[in-house]
Protein backbone atom coordinates (compact mmCIF):
# COMPACT_ATOMS: atom_id res chain seq x y z
CA UNK A 1 0.00 0.00 0.00
CA UNK A 2 1.55 3.06 -1.22
CA UNK A 3 -0.76 5.70 -0.58
CA UNK A 4 -3.40 4.75 2.26
CA UNK A 5 -6.63 6.56 2.01
CA UNK A 6 -5.96 9.68 0.14
CA UNK A 7 -8.89 11.29 1.05
CA UNK A 8 -8.34 10.97 4.65
CA UNK A 9 -4.62 11.51 4.29
CA UNK A 10 -5.40 15.05 2.95
CA UNK A 11 -7.15 16.10 5.99
CA UNK A 12 -4.62 14.87 8.38
CA UNK A 13 -1.36 15.85 6.73
CA UNK A 14 0.14 19.30 6.04
CA UNK A 15 0.06 19.44 2.38
CA UNK A 16 3.69 19.23 1.96
CA UNK A 17 4.03 16.67 3.52
CA UNK A 18 1.37 15.38 1.77
CA UNK A 19 3.01 15.74 -1.33
CA UNK A 20 5.88 13.62 -0.43
CA UNK A 21 4.19 11.21 0.66
CA UNK A 22 2.58 11.12 -3.13
CA UNK A 23 5.34 11.99 -4.79
CA UNK A 24 7.76 8.76 -3.22
CA UNK A 25 4.20 6.50 -3.70
CA UNK A 26 4.16 7.66 -6.99
CA UNK A 27 8.30 6.92 -7.65
CA UNK A 28 7.68 3.46 -6.06
CA UNK A 29 5.42 2.10 -9.13
CA UNK A 30 8.13 2.27 -11.68
CA UNK A 31 10.23 0.30 -9.54
CA UNK A 32 10.86 -3.02 -10.99
CA UNK A 33 8.63 -5.79 -10.27
CA UNK A 34 5.55 -3.96 -10.23
CA UNK A 35 2.76 -5.47 -10.41
CA UNK A 36 0.58 -5.93 -13.29
CA UNK A 37 -2.07 -8.86 -14.06
CA UNK A 38 -0.33 -9.18 -17.88
CA UNK A 39 3.03 -11.08 -17.06
CA UNK A 40 4.56 -8.99 -19.90
CA UNK A 41 3.19 -5.61 -18.84
CA UNK A 42 5.80 -3.12 -17.08
CA UNK A 43 5.59 0.51 -16.18
CA UNK A 44 7.57 2.53 -18.68
CA UNK A 45 7.20 5.91 -16.30
CA UNK A 46 5.85 7.35 -12.90
CA UNK A 47 6.07 10.92 -12.21
CA UNK A 48 4.85 13.17 -9.50
CA UNK A 49 3.30 16.69 -10.53
CA UNK A 50 2.11 19.07 -8.27
CA UNK A 51 -1.31 21.18 -8.39
CA UNK A 52 -0.86 23.46 -11.32
CA UNK A 53 -1.46 25.00 -15.07
CA UNK A 54 -0.95 22.41 -17.80
CA UNK A 55 -0.48 23.91 -21.38
CA UNK A 56 -2.50 21.99 -23.55
CA UNK A 57 -1.82 20.58 -26.77
CA UNK A 58 -1.85 22.39 -29.94
CA UNK A 59 -5.90 22.86 -31.86
CA UNK A 60 -6.31 22.02 -35.06
CA UNK A 61 -5.84 24.76 -37.56
CA UNK A 62 -8.43 27.63 -37.24
CA UNK A 63 -8.71 26.21 -34.07
CA UNK A 64 -8.56 29.29 -30.98
CA UNK A 65 -5.81 27.70 -28.48
CA UNK A 66 -7.47 26.20 -25.27
CA UNK A 67 -6.04 28.25 -22.36
CA UNK A 68 -3.68 26.59 -19.75
CA UNK A 69 -5.58 24.02 -17.19
CA UNK A 70 -5.27 23.42 -13.57
CA UNK A 71 -4.92 20.09 -12.69
CA UNK A 72 -4.69 18.76 -9.47
CA UNK A 73 -1.44 16.83 -7.65
CA UNK A 74 -1.40 13.52 -9.28
CA UNK A 75 1.00 10.96 -10.15
CA UNK A 76 0.84 10.36 -13.62
CA UNK A 77 2.02 7.04 -15.29
CA UNK A 78 2.48 5.01 -18.64
CA UNK A 79 2.67 1.38 -18.76
CA UNK A 80 3.29 -1.12 -21.54
CA UNK A 81 1.75 -4.45 -22.51
CA UNK A 82 1.65 -7.10 -25.02
CA UNK A 83 4.72 -5.99 -26.60
CA UNK A 84 5.50 -7.97 -29.52
CA UNK A 85 6.80 -8.14 -33.30
CA UNK A 86 3.60 -8.29 -35.72
CA UNK A 87 3.40 -10.39 -39.01
CA UNK A 88 4.23 -7.57 -40.88
CA UNK A 89 7.18 -6.92 -39.02
CA UNK A 90 6.27 -4.06 -37.12
CA UNK A 91 6.97 -3.56 -33.14
CA UNK A 92 3.47 -3.35 -31.08
CA UNK A 93 2.44 -2.87 -27.80
CA UNK A 94 -0.78 -1.70 -26.15
CA UNK A 95 0.54 1.59 -24.14
CA UNK A 96 -1.98 3.12 -21.48
CA UNK A 97 -1.90 6.41 -19.43
CA UNK A 98 -2.77 6.93 -15.73
CA UNK A 99 -3.15 10.20 -13.64
CA UNK A 100 -4.37 9.55 -10.01
CA UNK A 101 -5.04 12.65 -8.11
CA UNK A 102 -3.90 12.66 -4.48
CA UNK A 103 -7.48 14.04 -3.46
CA UNK A 104 -8.99 10.67 -5.18
CA UNK A 105 -12.82 10.40 -4.78
CA UNK A 106 -12.52 6.67 -5.52
CA UNK A 107 -13.50 6.35 -8.45
CA UNK A 108 -12.61 5.63 -11.94
CA UNK A 109 -12.89 6.86 -15.16
CA UNK A 110 -11.56 6.28 -18.86
CA UNK A 111 -11.76 8.57 -21.65
CA UNK A 112 -12.37 7.36 -25.23
CA UNK A 113 -10.13 7.46 -27.79
CA UNK A 114 -10.72 8.57 -31.94
CA UNK A 115 -9.84 8.09 -35.23
CA UNK A 116 -7.74 5.10 -36.37
CA UNK A 117 -5.99 6.10 -32.57
CA UNK A 118 -2.77 5.66 -31.92
CA UNK A 119 -2.58 7.97 -29.45
CA UNK A 120 -1.84 7.68 -25.79
CA UNK A 121 -4.27 10.37 -24.80
CA UNK A 122 -3.58 12.52 -22.45
CA UNK A 123 -6.07 11.07 -19.29
CA UNK A 124 -7.01 14.18 -18.30
CA UNK A 125 -11.03 13.09 -18.88
CA UNK A 126 -12.09 16.43 -20.45
CA UNK A 127 -15.96 16.78 -20.38
CA UNK A 128 -18.76 18.53 -22.27
CA UNK A 129 -20.87 21.07 -21.19
CA UNK A 130 -18.55 23.16 -19.40
CA UNK A 131 -18.12 20.54 -16.93
CA UNK A 132 -14.65 20.52 -14.80
CA UNK A 133 -12.62 17.30 -15.97
CA UNK A 134 -12.89 13.99 -14.38
CA UNK A 135 -9.22 14.45 -12.89
CA UNK A 136 -10.65 17.82 -11.41
CA UNK A 137 -13.33 16.32 -10.37
CA UNK A 138 -11.08 13.77 -8.12
CA UNK A 139 -11.13 10.69 -10.78
CA UNK A 140 -7.81 8.45 -11.22
CA UNK A 141 -8.06 8.59 -15.25
CA UNK A 142 -6.94 6.71 -17.84
CA UNK A 143 -6.79 6.33 -21.98
CA UNK A 144 -5.01 4.37 -23.62
CA UNK A 145 -3.47 4.13 -28.04
CA UNK A 146 -5.17 0.66 -28.34
CA UNK A 147 -2.04 -1.47 -29.40
CA UNK A 148 -0.57 0.56 -31.86
CA UNK A 149 1.34 3.58 -32.13
CA UNK A 150 1.44 6.16 -34.72
CA UNK A 151 4.74 7.67 -34.33
CA UNK A 152 6.02 4.02 -35.19
CA UNK A 153 3.87 2.01 -36.96
CA UNK A 154 3.12 4.62 -39.58
CA UNK A 155 4.11 3.06 -42.68
CA UNK A 156 3.53 5.56 -45.82
CA UNK A 157 3.29 2.95 -48.55
CA UNK A 158 0.30 1.37 -46.28
CA UNK A 159 -1.50 3.95 -45.99
CA UNK A 160 0.67 5.74 -42.89
CA UNK A 161 -1.27 5.90 -39.57
CA UNK A 162 -3.93 2.83 -41.16
CA UNK A 163 -1.55 0.41 -41.83
CA UNK A 164 -1.28 -1.44 -38.69
CA UNK A 165 -4.49 -2.97 -40.18
CA UNK A 166 -2.10 -5.15 -42.61
CA UNK A 167 -1.32 -6.79 -39.05
CA UNK A 168 -4.03 -9.49 -37.53
CA UNK A 169 -3.35 -8.42 -33.58
CA UNK A 170 -3.15 -4.99 -34.01
CA UNK A 171 -6.15 -4.98 -35.87
CA UNK A 172 -8.07 -6.35 -33.57
CA UNK A 173 -6.62 -4.80 -30.43
CA UNK A 174 -7.76 -1.57 -32.80
CA UNK A 175 -11.12 -3.01 -32.56
CA UNK A 176 -11.32 -3.72 -28.63
CA UNK A 177 -9.18 -6.72 -27.91
CA UNK A 178 -6.65 -3.75 -25.91
CA UNK A 179 -9.58 -2.19 -23.89
CA UNK A 180 -9.63 -5.48 -21.19
CA UNK A 181 -6.03 -5.92 -20.70
CA UNK A 182 -5.25 -2.05 -20.41
CA UNK A 183 -8.32 -1.16 -17.88
CA UNK A 184 -6.93 -4.03 -15.73
CA UNK A 185 -3.98 -2.94 -15.62
CA UNK A 186 -4.62 0.61 -15.04
CA UNK A 187 -6.80 -0.49 -11.92
CA UNK A 188 -3.99 -2.66 -10.62
CA UNK A 189 -2.08 0.55 -10.96
CA UNK A 190 -4.90 2.01 -8.46
CA UNK A 191 -5.03 -0.25 -6.46
CA UNK A 192 -1.09 -0.33 -5.80
CA UNK A 193 -0.85 3.47 -5.58
CA UNK A 194 -3.61 3.97 -2.86
CA UNK A 195 -4.27 0.49 -1.29
CA UNK A 196 -7.56 0.00 -2.99
CA UNK A 197 -9.26 -0.59 -6.17
CA UNK A 198 -12.07 1.73 -7.50
CA UNK A 199 -15.31 1.36 -6.77
CA UNK A 200 -17.79 3.12 -9.14
CA UNK A 201 -16.06 2.80 -12.75
CA UNK A 202 -17.17 5.01 -15.65
CA UNK A 203 -16.16 5.03 -19.70
CA UNK A 204 -16.95 8.30 -21.58
CA UNK A 205 -16.09 8.41 -25.40
CA UNK A 206 -17.04 10.13 -28.73
CA UNK A 207 -17.12 8.64 -32.25
CA UNK A 208 -14.32 5.44 -32.10
CA UNK A 209 -14.56 6.27 -28.57
CA UNK A 210 -18.26 5.82 -28.75
CA UNK A 211 -17.71 2.32 -30.50
CA UNK A 212 -15.13 1.34 -27.70
CA UNK A 213 -17.85 2.33 -24.90
CA UNK A 214 -20.25 0.12 -26.94
CA UNK A 215 -17.81 -2.81 -27.34
CA UNK A 216 -17.63 -2.55 -23.51
CA UNK A 217 -21.22 -2.88 -23.14
CA UNK A 218 -21.25 -6.10 -25.31
CA UNK A 219 -18.02 -7.78 -24.70
CA UNK A 220 -16.74 -6.41 -21.66
CA UNK A 221 -19.79 -5.67 -19.53
CA UNK A 222 -17.96 -6.30 -16.12
CA UNK A 223 -15.32 -3.33 -16.63
CA UNK A 224 -17.58 -0.33 -16.13
CA UNK A 225 -20.71 0.59 -14.41
CA UNK A 226 -21.75 3.68 -16.67
CA UNK A 227 -21.04 4.41 -20.20
CA UNK A 228 -21.25 7.39 -22.24
CA UNK A 229 -21.00 6.30 -25.85
CA UNK A 230 -21.56 9.11 -27.70
CA UNK A 231 -21.58 9.33 -31.65
CA UNK A 232 -20.68 6.09 -31.72
CA UNK A 233 -19.14 4.55 -34.77
CA UNK A 234 -20.27 0.81 -34.06
CA UNK A 235 -20.88 0.16 -37.46
CA UNK A 236 -17.35 1.74 -38.34
CA UNK A 237 -16.68 -0.61 -41.51
CA UNK A 238 -20.35 0.02 -42.98
CA UNK A 239 -19.30 3.55 -42.25
CA UNK A 240 -16.37 3.63 -44.47
CA UNK A 241 -18.09 2.44 -47.26
CA UNK A 242 -21.12 4.92 -47.02
CA UNK A 243 -17.31 7.59 -47.04
CA UNK A 244 -16.70 5.85 -50.53
CA UNK A 245 -20.34 6.03 -51.45
CA UNK A 246 -20.39 9.72 -50.60
CA UNK A 247 -17.16 10.66 -52.64
CA UNK A 248 -18.88 8.93 -55.16
CA UNK A 249 -21.41 10.48 -55.41
CA UNK A 250 -19.88 14.17 -55.02
CA UNK A 251 -17.26 13.69 -58.10
CA UNK A 252 -20.66 12.80 -60.14
CA UNK A 253 -21.24 16.48 -59.72
CA UNK A 254 -17.42 17.51 -60.65
CA UNK A 255 -17.77 15.00 -63.50
CA UNK A 256 -21.13 16.71 -64.89
CA UNK A 257 -19.13 20.07 -64.57
CA UNK A 258 -16.86 18.99 -67.13
CA UNK A 259 -13.84 19.23 -65.13
CA UNK A 260 -11.28 16.54 -63.62
CA UNK A 261 -11.88 14.89 -59.86
CA UNK A 262 -9.53 16.17 -57.85
CA UNK A 263 -9.26 16.78 -53.59
CA UNK A 264 -10.08 20.70 -55.11
CA UNK A 265 -12.64 20.28 -57.24
CA UNK A 266 -14.38 18.01 -54.77
CA UNK A 267 -14.45 20.50 -52.24
CA UNK A 268 -15.90 22.88 -55.04
CA UNK A 269 -18.63 20.18 -55.67
CA UNK A 270 -21.43 21.89 -52.89
CA UNK A 271 -20.17 25.28 -51.56
CA UNK A 272 -20.82 27.34 -48.46
CA UNK A 273 -23.02 28.88 -50.53
CA UNK A 274 -24.62 25.69 -52.11
CA UNK A 275 -24.88 24.49 -48.38
CA UNK A 276 -26.47 26.99 -47.18
CA UNK A 277 -28.90 26.60 -49.72
CA UNK A 278 -29.76 23.27 -48.72
CA UNK A 279 -29.82 24.07 -44.92
CA UNK A 280 -32.69 26.43 -46.07
CA UNK A 281 -34.72 24.06 -48.05
CA UNK A 282 -34.97 21.65 -45.43
CA UNK A 283 -35.76 24.54 -42.82
CA UNK A 284 -38.54 25.11 -45.09
CA UNK A 285 -39.89 21.73 -45.56
CA UNK A 286 -39.65 20.80 -41.15
CA UNK A 287 -38.44 23.44 -39.18
CA UNK A 288 -42.08 23.91 -38.26
CA UNK A 289 -42.90 20.34 -37.22
CA UNK A 290 -41.65 20.67 -33.41
CA UNK A 291 -44.32 24.30 -33.24
CA UNK A 292 -41.63 26.46 -33.49
CA UNK A 293 -40.02 28.16 -36.40
CA UNK A 294 -36.77 28.54 -34.99
CA UNK A 295 -33.71 27.46 -37.24
CA UNK A 296 -33.99 24.20 -36.06
CA UNK A 297 -35.12 20.91 -36.78
CA UNK A 298 -36.34 19.41 -33.78
CA UNK A 299 -38.85 17.07 -34.68
CA UNK A 300 -36.44 14.94 -37.18
CA UNK A 301 -38.08 11.57 -38.00
CA UNK A 302 -40.96 13.60 -39.47
CA UNK A 303 -38.43 15.63 -41.91
CA UNK A 304 -39.00 13.42 -44.60
CA UNK A 305 -37.04 13.11 -48.10
CA UNK A 306 -41.28 13.23 -49.32
CA UNK A 307 -41.25 16.80 -47.62
CA UNK A 308 -37.59 17.80 -48.47
CA UNK A 309 -37.33 17.11 -52.51
CA UNK A 310 -40.09 19.29 -53.53
CA UNK A 311 -38.00 22.26 -51.30
CA UNK A 312 -34.83 21.03 -53.20
CA UNK A 313 -36.53 21.25 -56.61
CA UNK A 314 -37.68 24.73 -56.03
CA UNK A 315 -34.22 25.50 -55.84
CA UNK A 316 -32.94 23.93 -58.76
CA UNK A 317 -31.49 25.59 -61.81
CA UNK A 318 -33.09 25.16 -64.77
CA UNK A 319 -30.16 24.59 -66.90
CA UNK A 320 -26.69 25.68 -66.28
CA UNK A 321 -25.74 26.16 -62.36
CA UNK A 322 -25.99 29.72 -61.45
CA UNK A 323 -25.45 31.59 -57.72
CA UNK A 324 -28.91 31.25 -55.93
CA UNK A 325 -29.53 27.70 -57.00
CA UNK A 326 -28.17 24.11 -57.31
CA UNK A 327 -27.34 22.23 -60.10
CA UNK A 328 -29.71 18.62 -60.77
CA UNK A 329 -26.30 17.06 -60.35
CA UNK A 330 -25.81 18.32 -56.60
CA UNK A 331 -29.19 17.41 -55.81
CA UNK A 332 -28.93 13.83 -56.94
CA UNK A 333 -25.56 13.36 -55.10
CA UNK A 334 -27.45 14.99 -51.90
CA UNK A 335 -30.34 12.11 -52.60
CA UNK A 336 -27.75 9.76 -52.75
CA UNK A 337 -26.01 10.78 -50.06
CA UNK A 338 -29.42 10.90 -48.14
CA UNK A 339 -30.28 7.31 -48.73
CA UNK A 340 -27.05 5.98 -47.97
CA UNK A 341 -25.14 3.52 -49.94
CA UNK A 342 -26.62 0.13 -51.70
CA UNK A 343 -25.42 -2.02 -54.36
CA UNK A 344 -26.74 -2.81 -57.85
CA UNK A 345 -29.43 -4.82 -56.30
CA UNK A 346 -30.28 -1.98 -54.40
CA UNK A 347 -29.55 -3.63 -50.93
CA UNK A 348 -28.48 -0.92 -47.98
CA UNK A 349 -24.85 -1.68 -46.99
CA UNK A 350 -25.21 0.95 -44.04
CA UNK A 351 -28.28 2.98 -43.52
CA UNK A 352 -29.78 6.50 -44.72
CA UNK A 353 -29.43 10.00 -42.89
CA UNK A 354 -31.93 12.10 -41.65
CA UNK A 355 -32.26 15.11 -43.51
CA UNK A 356 -31.23 18.12 -40.74
CA UNK A 357 -30.40 21.95 -40.49
CA UNK A 358 -26.77 20.75 -39.81
CA UNK A 359 -26.61 19.87 -43.82
CA UNK A 360 -25.68 23.56 -44.18
CA UNK A 361 -22.57 23.58 -41.41
CA UNK A 362 -18.94 23.63 -42.20
CA UNK A 363 -19.04 20.40 -39.57
CA UNK A 364 -20.84 18.81 -42.28
CA UNK A 365 -19.24 19.73 -45.52
CA UNK A 366 -15.71 19.31 -44.17
CA UNK A 367 -16.50 15.58 -43.99
CA UNK A 368 -18.46 15.26 -47.12
CA UNK A 369 -16.38 17.68 -49.32
CA UNK A 370 -14.07 19.83 -47.80
CA UNK A 371 -14.01 22.78 -46.08
CA UNK A 372 -10.65 24.85 -48.06
CA UNK A 373 -8.13 24.59 -46.90
CA UNK A 374 -9.18 21.34 -45.17
CA UNK A 375 -9.80 18.72 -47.63
CA UNK A 376 -12.64 15.99 -47.01
CA UNK A 377 -11.74 14.17 -44.41
CA UNK A 378 -13.93 11.22 -45.90
CA UNK A 379 -10.70 10.71 -48.26
CA UNK A 380 -8.46 11.71 -46.15
CA UNK A 381 -8.80 9.41 -43.10
CA UNK A 382 -11.68 7.50 -44.25
CA UNK A 383 -10.40 5.89 -47.39
CA UNK A 384 -6.89 4.37 -45.96
CA UNK A 385 -9.21 3.33 -42.94
CA UNK A 386 -11.44 1.34 -45.50
CA UNK A 387 -8.54 -0.25 -47.56
CA UNK A 388 -5.70 -1.24 -44.63
CA UNK A 389 -8.26 -1.61 -41.56
CA UNK A 390 -11.93 -2.64 -42.62
CA UNK A 391 -11.26 -5.12 -45.35
CA UNK A 392 -10.25 -8.15 -45.81
CA UNK A 393 -6.82 -8.43 -47.31
CA UNK A 394 -6.12 -4.70 -46.49
CA UNK A 395 -4.71 -3.18 -49.59
CA UNK A 396 -1.39 -0.98 -49.60
CA UNK A 397 -2.69 2.87 -50.47
CA UNK A 398 0.25 5.57 -50.27
CA UNK A 399 -0.51 8.09 -47.81
CA UNK A 400 -1.07 10.80 -50.67
CA UNK A 401 -4.11 12.80 -50.43
CA UNK A 402 -4.58 11.76 -54.86
CA UNK A 403 -3.85 7.97 -54.10
CA UNK A 404 -6.85 7.62 -51.36
CA UNK A 405 -9.20 9.50 -53.24
CA UNK A 406 -8.32 7.16 -56.15
CA UNK A 407 -8.88 4.12 -54.31
CA UNK A 408 -12.51 5.74 -53.61
CA UNK A 409 -13.32 6.39 -56.69
CA UNK A 410 -12.78 2.99 -57.89
CA UNK A 411 -14.21 0.96 -54.71
CA UNK A 412 -16.97 -1.21 -56.52
CA UNK A 413 -20.00 -1.65 -54.22
CA UNK A 414 -21.22 -5.32 -55.75
CA UNK A 415 -17.36 -6.64 -55.43
CA UNK A 416 -15.32 -4.93 -52.61
CA UNK A 417 -18.34 -4.34 -49.64
CA UNK A 418 -18.34 -8.17 -49.04
CA UNK A 419 -14.39 -7.65 -48.31
CA UNK A 420 -15.44 -5.84 -44.46
CA UNK A 421 -16.63 -9.45 -43.75
CA UNK A 422 -14.02 -11.57 -45.50
CA UNK A 423 -11.31 -13.55 -43.90
CA UNK A 424 -8.43 -15.39 -45.14
CA UNK A 425 -4.99 -16.92 -44.26
CA UNK A 426 -3.42 -14.45 -41.98
CA UNK A 427 -6.96 -12.99 -40.92
CA UNK A 428 -9.03 -15.75 -39.22
CA UNK A 429 -11.66 -13.16 -38.53
CA UNK A 430 -13.26 -10.70 -40.14
CA UNK A 431 -12.94 -6.60 -39.81
CA UNK A 432 -16.03 -6.65 -39.18
CA UNK A 433 -15.82 -9.66 -36.40
CA UNK A 434 -12.95 -7.48 -34.81
CA UNK A 435 -14.16 -4.07 -34.98
CA UNK A 436 -18.62 -3.95 -35.16
CA UNK A 437 -20.09 -3.14 -31.56
CA UNK A 438 -23.57 -3.48 -32.91
CA UNK A 439 -25.03 -6.18 -31.23
CA UNK A 440 -28.37 -5.61 -29.41
CA UNK A 441 -27.39 -7.98 -26.60
CA UNK A 442 -26.62 -6.07 -23.71
CA UNK A 443 -28.09 -8.65 -21.42
CA UNK A 444 -24.84 -9.12 -19.32
CA UNK A 445 -24.76 -5.16 -18.75
CA UNK A 446 -27.67 -4.75 -17.93
CA UNK A 447 -27.76 -7.85 -15.38
CA UNK A 448 -25.05 -6.15 -13.46
CA UNK A 449 -26.67 -2.97 -13.49
CA UNK A 450 -24.96 -1.38 -15.79
CA UNK A 451 -25.81 2.13 -17.61
CA UNK A 452 -26.01 3.36 -20.85
CA UNK A 453 -26.44 6.80 -22.49
CA UNK A 454 -25.87 7.34 -25.99
CA UNK A 455 -25.85 11.35 -27.18
CA UNK A 456 -25.92 11.10 -31.44
CA UNK A 457 -25.78 14.41 -33.36
CA UNK A 458 -29.01 14.85 -36.09
CA UNK A 459 -26.48 15.92 -38.17
CA UNK A 460 -23.10 13.68 -37.72
CA UNK A 461 -21.58 13.59 -41.36
CA UNK A 462 -20.25 10.00 -40.80
CA UNK A 463 -22.12 7.90 -38.20
CA UNK A 464 -25.60 8.13 -38.83
CA UNK A 465 -27.88 8.63 -36.58
CA UNK A 466 -30.48 6.42 -37.99
CA UNK A 467 -28.34 3.57 -37.92
CA UNK A 468 -28.30 3.95 -34.03
CA UNK A 469 -32.33 4.49 -34.02
CA UNK A 470 -32.60 1.53 -35.33
CA UNK A 471 -30.01 -0.21 -33.04
CA UNK A 472 -31.98 1.38 -30.31
CA UNK A 473 -34.95 -0.57 -31.85
CA UNK A 474 -33.39 -4.14 -31.89
CA UNK A 475 -32.46 -3.91 -28.36
CA UNK A 476 -36.18 -2.49 -27.04
CA UNK A 477 -37.59 -5.27 -28.87
CA UNK A 478 -34.72 -7.94 -27.04
CA UNK A 479 -35.82 -6.35 -23.90
CA UNK A 480 -39.31 -6.27 -24.87
CA UNK A 481 -39.93 -2.87 -24.89
CA UNK A 482 -37.70 -1.98 -21.74
CA UNK A 483 -34.84 -0.84 -22.77
CA UNK A 484 -34.71 2.51 -21.42
CA UNK A 485 -33.94 1.32 -17.98
CA UNK A 486 -30.72 0.88 -18.87
CA UNK A 487 -29.82 2.56 -21.97
CA UNK A 488 -30.99 5.88 -23.24
CA UNK A 489 -30.18 7.40 -26.46
CA UNK A 490 -30.33 11.61 -27.07
CA UNK A 491 -30.23 12.74 -30.65
CA UNK A 492 -29.21 16.20 -30.60
CA UNK A 493 -30.57 18.19 -33.21
CA UNK A 494 -28.25 19.68 -35.59
CA UNK A 495 -25.31 18.60 -34.17
CA UNK A 496 -22.39 17.14 -36.63
CA UNK A 497 -19.89 14.55 -35.58
CA UNK A 498 -19.46 14.90 -31.60
CA UNK A 499 -19.95 18.79 -31.41
CA UNK A 500 -20.85 21.96 -33.49
CA UNK A 501 -23.20 22.71 -35.67
CA UNK A 502 -26.11 24.93 -35.50
CA UNK A 503 -27.41 23.10 -32.45
CA UNK A 504 -27.23 23.27 -28.74
CA UNK A 505 -24.57 21.33 -28.30
CA UNK A 506 -23.63 22.02 -24.94
CA UNK A 507 -24.34 19.62 -22.43
CA UNK A 508 -23.26 17.48 -19.67
CA UNK A 509 -23.76 13.55 -20.30
CA UNK A 510 -21.62 12.52 -17.54
CA UNK A 511 -23.34 14.48 -14.72
CA UNK A 512 -26.39 12.66 -15.86
CA UNK A 513 -24.60 9.13 -15.61
CA UNK A 514 -23.62 9.64 -12.74
CA UNK A 515 -27.21 10.59 -10.99
CA UNK A 516 -28.65 7.54 -12.68
CA UNK A 517 -25.57 5.35 -11.50
CA UNK A 518 -25.34 6.32 -8.24
CA UNK A 519 -28.78 7.84 -7.23
CA UNK A 520 -31.02 5.82 -9.87
CA UNK A 521 -32.27 8.82 -11.48
CA UNK A 522 -33.07 8.17 -14.98
CA UNK A 523 -32.47 11.01 -17.30
CA UNK A 524 -35.51 11.79 -19.07
CA UNK A 525 -33.83 14.83 -20.80
CA UNK A 526 -30.75 16.98 -20.73
CA UNK A 527 -30.32 20.56 -21.10
CA UNK A 528 -28.36 21.70 -24.15
CA UNK A 529 -26.66 25.00 -24.70
CA UNK A 530 -25.42 26.65 -27.87
CA UNK A 531 -21.94 27.61 -28.00
CA UNK A 532 -20.24 30.87 -29.45
CA UNK A 533 -20.15 29.37 -33.10
CA UNK A 534 -23.52 29.10 -33.29
CA UNK A 535 -26.61 31.29 -34.97
CA UNK A 536 -27.83 31.45 -31.39
CA UNK A 537 -25.28 31.89 -28.68
CA UNK A 538 -26.47 31.01 -25.13
CA UNK A 539 -29.55 29.00 -26.09
CA UNK A 540 -31.17 26.72 -24.63
CA UNK A 541 -32.75 23.41 -25.49
CA UNK A 542 -33.83 20.19 -23.84
CA UNK A 543 -32.69 16.84 -25.23
CA UNK A 544 -34.99 14.39 -24.71
CA UNK A 545 -34.88 10.98 -24.53
CA UNK A 546 -35.60 9.04 -27.85
CA UNK A 547 -38.35 8.58 -28.92
CA UNK A 548 -39.37 12.45 -27.44
CA UNK A 549 -38.56 15.40 -28.76
CA UNK A 550 -38.38 19.24 -27.51
CA UNK A 551 -41.25 20.27 -29.02
CA UNK A 552 -42.85 24.69 -28.20
CA UNK A 553 -45.00 24.83 -25.63
CA UNK A 554 -46.90 27.62 -27.67
CA UNK A 555 -45.61 30.93 -25.68
CA UNK A 556 -42.51 31.39 -24.47
CA UNK A 557 -38.91 32.59 -25.57
CA UNK A 558 -37.18 30.28 -28.14
CA UNK A 559 -34.26 30.85 -26.49
CA UNK A 560 -35.38 29.21 -23.89
CA UNK A 561 -35.50 25.68 -22.71
CA UNK A 562 -38.31 26.10 -20.54
CA UNK A 563 -40.83 27.50 -23.61
CA UNK A 564 -40.23 23.13 -24.61
CA UNK A 565 -41.39 20.04 -23.16
CA UNK A 566 -40.03 16.98 -24.16
CA UNK A 567 -43.15 14.69 -25.94
Known sequence: MLLAGAAALSLAVPAAAQAAVGAAGCAALAQPGASLPDPGGRIAGAVWHGAGPVAMASPPPGTPPAPPLALPAHCEVTGVLHERIGIDGQHYAIRFHLRMPTEWNGKFFMQGGGGTNGELGDAIGRLSGGAAPALVQGYAVMSQDSGHDNAVNSVAARGGASSFGFDPQARADYGGASLRPSVEAAKATVKAFYGKRPGTSYFVGCSKGGQEGMMLAQRYPDLFDGIVAAAPGFALPRAAIEEAWDTQAFAQVVTASGQPVTLSTLGQSLSAADSALVGKAILAACDKDDGAVDGMVGDFTRCTSAKVLPEL???????????????????????????????????????????????????????????????????????????????????????????????????????????????????????????????????????????????????????????????????????????????????????????????????????????????????????????????????????????????????????????????
Request: aromatic share 10%.
Open 313 to 567: ARITCGGVKQDGCLSAAQVAALQKVQAGARNRRGEPLYASYYWDAGWADPGWRIWKVGNAPVPSINVLMGSPSLGAVFTTPPTAIDDDPQAKLAYQIGFDFDRDAAKIYATDARFARSAWQDIAARSDDLAAFNRRGGKLIVPHGVSDPVFSLADTVAWYGDVDKRNGGRAASFVRLFPVPGMAHCQGGPATDGFDSFAALVNWVERARAPDQMVGTAGPMSPWPGRTRPLCAYPKVARYKGAGSLEDADSFVCS
